[in-house]
């Protein structure tokens, strides 16, 4: 998209609409009775009201009577008019919350004194989920001058972890650095020795950065550490009392801190890094994080104003940059398939799983049990009621625990002491489950924004005002008609997949993918510079998967990932019926349906 056209839209959209961003509200979560109908199966899982508000405004009549005006004046037809109001809905997806988990950061290297012309920078990414990071993704190699800077942006979150591992053109390691990720634009300072080869150390200044000076804003904190490598592994080193710190002052660089300045989370904590010896390379490591600079992946040269869009990056290293325990790729899913991308990030974030013949069986229906795995790992809501037993759920049974879990959430109602784990559940039951664990409001009447989709009457009322705030905050995926919700239908495992990852994205907690069949999608990675008030009221149209158009500078030859791709597979494994699409234990024996445990052998 050109320049002209992001600024016109904006300006277009903002004229005709306005959007108003409001928290969920909160309350504590009632022992409600909720009936055993399709649209009410699944309950939410949050302390917070879960149930959207009844009056949803769908006594559009002013509207209804404008827009008949001026149907009479333009001569539109009524699809011709849903089309038009379907433009105008209002996607509340970039909240105030979501924006605060935004960040991005310019990377710099340097050496005061030393003698490099240019270095290599290996760039990985510890995602942040939950309390948790997944597991480290190779980002790309990068070959800087001394001083050169480059972007990453679009898709980082607050408290993402970026890894940094340094060598010299000889391919020797020189040096290694972690830090995280702030709210915000920041730079990244990484200052090395004038004698890399023999000491290993490397000072890391950062801070917020918001005007771009590549300088740490006044007023911030201006993060600033040790890291030094002895034998393969790097400590975090607590002050820079035994270090010459005059080796590592720069220009526009504070003075060297005598205690170190680390981020909360590096000091404290299971995930701290504070005084810890650790492994620069451990055996599950990607492999392309273990093969030698240039051999795997094709150096990237980094240029003036060199800048790199996250989603771009996991998409073009995912066979070869994640962890060699998780498969990405399955043996009955091609690279064409619809929601190829959607299944494999969720496999590559250790959410979703296949079958250990290497197929994922993207056409299976989902059960509850799979389900409830799925909600478990995608969800660390609140628990809200007490964990009970049930009859058809056996200690041995493999989702034992994701069940047990789930239910405490909130999510599930159950008739008696029986909870059903192989019933399949239908694409209503799904959205509504995710609608009352992401609880959205709308900020449109559910009239307008569900006059998309042309089997709107066969849901309920009461289930309308659910659907609508997953449609306005770009969650649904509705393949291969965009206007069919095919409420009704059994969900597929892929559909599931491609829900749960478009929750995941409009929580802020994964990097947006876009697809033909996401609906009212709102993507970061094609037309703004992450600034979310050029987007407020813009519907987003639909993309096929690779028309990104974004303004980056890697979209020209000097700035391009060009990964040397190895031969994989792509699709996943067969399993045993019933394996959860979710990471599934595999063990023997039978379960207590008298079928084969998922995943087990015989």
Request: glycine share 6%.
């Given at each position: 998209?050109?320049?002209?056209?992001?600024?016109?839209?904006?300006?277009?959209?903002?004229?005709?609409?306005?959007?108003?961003?409001?928290?969920?509200?909160?309350?504590?979560?009632?022992?409600?009775?909720?009936?055993?109908?399709?649209?009410?199966?699944?309950?939410?899982?949050?302390?917070?009201?879960?149930?959207?508000?009844?009056?949803?405004?769908?006594?559009?009549?002013?509207?209804?009577?404008?827009?008949?005006?001026?149907?009479?004046?333009?001569?539109?037809?009524?699809?011709?008019?849903?089309?038009?109001?379907?433009?105008?809905?209002?996607?509340?997806?970039?909240?105030?919350?979501?924006?605060?988990?935004?960040?991005?950061?310019?990377?710099?290297?340097?050496?005061?004194?030393?003698?490099?012309?240019?270095?290599?920078?290996?760039?990985?990414?510890?995602?942040?989920?939950?309390?948790?990071?997944?597991?480290?993704?190779?980002?790309?190699?990068?070959?800087?001058?001394?001083?050169?800077?480059?972007?990453?942006?679009?898709?980082?979150?607050?408290?993402?972890?970026?890894?940094?591992?340094?060598?010299?053109?000889?391919?020797?390691?020189?040096?290694?650095?972690?830090?995280?990720?702030?709210?915000?634009?920041?730079?990244?300072?990484?200052?090395?020795?004038?004698?890399?080869?023999?000491?290993?150390?490397?000072?890391?200044?950062y801070g917020v950065d918001a005007n771009e000076d590549n300088i740490v804003d006044s007023n911030t904190t201006s993060y600033d550490y040790f890291t030094q490598v002895k034998e393969q592994k790097v400590i975090f080193l607590s002050s820079s009392q035994n270090i010459n710190t005059?080796?590592?002052?720069?220009?526009?660089?504070?003075?060297?801190?005598?205690?170190?300045?680390?981020?909360?989370?590096?000091?404290?904590?299971?995930?701290?890094?504070?005084?810890?010896?650790?492994?620069?390379?451990?055996?599950?490591?990607?492999?392309?994080?273990?093969?030698?600079?240039?051999?795997?992946?094709?150096?990237?040269?980094?240029?003036?104003?060199?800048?790199?869009?996250?989603?771009?990056?996991?998409?073009?290293?995912?066979?070869?940059?994640?962890?060699?325990?998780?498969?990405?790729?399955?043996?009955?899913?091609?690279?064409?398939?619809?929601?190829?991308?959607?299944?494999?990030?969720?496999?590559?974030?250790?959410?979703?799983?296949?079958?250990?013949?290497?197929?994922?069986?993207?056409?299976?229906?989902?059960?509850?049990?799979?389900?409830?795995?799925?909600?478990?790992?995608?969800?660390?809501?609140?628990?809200?009621?007490?964990?009970?037993?049930?009859?058809?759920?056996?200690?041995?049974?493999?989702?034992?625990?994701?069940?047990?879990?789930?239910?405490?959430?909130?999510?599930?109602?159950?008739?008696?002491?029986?909870?059903?784990?192989?019933?399949?559940?239908?694409?209503?039951?799904?959205?509504?489950?995710?609608?009352?664990?992401?609880?959205?409001?709308?900020?449109?009447?559910?009239?307008?924004?569900?006059?998309?989709?042309?089997?709107?009457?066969?849901?309920?009322?009461?289930?309308?005002?659910?659907?609508?705030?997953?449609?306005?905050?770009?969650?649904?995926?509705?393949?291969?008609?965009?206007?069919?919700?095919?409420?009704?239908?059994?969900?597929?495992?892929?559909?599931?997949?491609?829900?749960?990852?478009?929750?995941?994205?409009?929580?802020?907690?994964?990097?947006?993918?876009?697809?033909?069949?996401?609906?009212?999608?709102?993507?970061?990675?094609?037309?703004?510079?992450?600034?979310?008030?050029?987007?407020?009221?813009?519907?987003?149209?639909?993309?096929?998967?690779?028309?990104?158009?974004?303004?980056?500078?890697?979209?020209?030859?000097?700035?391009?990932?060009?990964?040397?791709?190895?031969?994989?597979?792509?699709?996943?494994?067969?399993?045993?019926?019933?394996?959860?699409?979710?990471?599934?234990?595999?063990?023997?024996?039978?379960?207590?349906?008298?079928?084969?445990?998922?995943?087990?052998?015989?």
């Amino acid at each position: 998209m050109n320049s002209m056209n992001l600024s016109y839209w904006p300006k277009l959209v903002v004229i005709a609409v306005f959007v108003v961003l409001f928290s969920p509200v909160s309350a504590t979560l009632a022992a409600t009775s909720l009936s055993n109908s399709a649209e009410s199966q699944l309950t939410d899982s949050s302390t917070k009201q879960l149930l959207a508000d009844n009056n949803d405004n769908d006594d559009d009549d002013d509207d209804d009577d404008d827009d008949d005006d001026d149907d009479k004046k333009t001569g539109r037809t009524t699809r011709q008019r849903n089309t038009v109001r379907e433009r105008k809905i209002i996607n509340t997806t970039k909240s105030n919350s979501l924006k605060g988990k935004k960040s991005e950061f310019t990377l710099v290297v340097l050496q005061p004194g030393g003698t490099l012309s240019e270095v290599i920078a290996r760039v990985s990414l510890k995602g942040k989920h939950g309390k948790k990071y997944h597991k480290e993704r190779f980002l790309g190699d990068y070959k800087y001058q001394i001083k050169q800077k480059a972007k990453f942006a679009k898709g980082f979150k607050k408290g993402d972890r970026i890894v940094v591992r340094l060598y010299n053109t000889q391919n020797t390691f020189i040096g290694y650095s972690e830090f995280e990720c702030l709210p915000g634009h920041q730079t990244v300072n990484l200052v090395l020795s004038p004698q890399p080869t023999q000491t290993q150390i490397v000072r890391t200044v950062y801070g917020v950065d918001a005007n771009e000076d590549n300088i740490v804003d006044s007023n911030t904190t201006s993060y600033d550490y040790f890291t030094q490598v002895k034998e393969q592994k790097v400590i975090f080193l607590s002050s820079s009392q035994n270090i010459n710190t005059t080796k590592f002052q720069a220009t526009n660089l504070t003075n060297v801190a005598k205690t170190s300045i680390y981020p909360t989370s590096f000091k404290q904590g299971e995930y701290s890094l504070l005084s810890k010896s650790l492994n620069i390379f451990s055996s599950d490591l990607a492999p392309a994080l273990t093969a030698i600079p240039g051999s795997l992946v094709q150096l990237t040269q980094i240029t003036n104003n060199s800048s790199f869009n996250l989603q771009k990056l996991l998409t073009s290293y995912r066979q070869i940059g994640v962890a060699k325990s998780i498969q990405t790729a399955f043996s009955d899913i091609s690279t064409n398939y619809w929601a190829n991308d959607f299944v494999s990030e969720l496999a590559a974030m250790e959410i979703a799983q296949g079958f250990p013949d290497g197929s994922f069986r993207p056409d299976a229906p989902v059960t509850r049990a799979e389900f409830a795995t799925l909600l478990q790992k995608v969800f660390s809501n609140n628990k809200v009621r007490q964990v009970t037993s049930f009859r058809d759920v056996s200690r041995n049974y493999w989702a034992y625990n994701s069940i047990r879990e789930a239910y405490q959430m909130g999510f599930f109602n159950t008739a008696g002491n029986n909870f059903n784990p192989t019933q399949n559940l239908t694409r209503l039951e799904v959205l509504v489950a995710l609608a009352k664990a992401l609880n959205y409001k709308t900020t449109n009447s559910n009239t307008s924004i569900l006059s998309a989709y042309s089997d709107i009457s066969s849901i309920s009322s009461e289930s309308r005002s659910l659907i609508a705030s997953l449609a306005q905050n770009g969650v649904l995926v509705n393949y291969p008609n965009t206007n069919l919700l095919d409420a009704n239908k059994v969900a597929t495992r892929s559909e599931v997949c491609a829900l749960l990852y478009r929750a995941l994205v409009s929580k802020g907690d994964a990097v947006d993918i876009g697809s033909q069949y996401t609906v009212n999608s709102s993507s970061d990675n094609d037309n703004d510079d992450d600034d979310d008030d050029d987007d407020k009221g813009k519907v987003k149209p639909n993309r096929s998967d690779n028309d990104d158009n974004d303004d980056d500078d890697d979209d020209d030859d000097k700035g391009k990932v060009k990964p040397n791709r190895t031969n994989c597979n792509q699709g996943i494994g067969n399993g045993a019926e019933g394996c959860d699409p979710g990471k599934s234990s595999p063990r023997g024996g039978s379960n207590d349906e008298g079928g084969r445990t998922p995943g087990g052998k015989k």
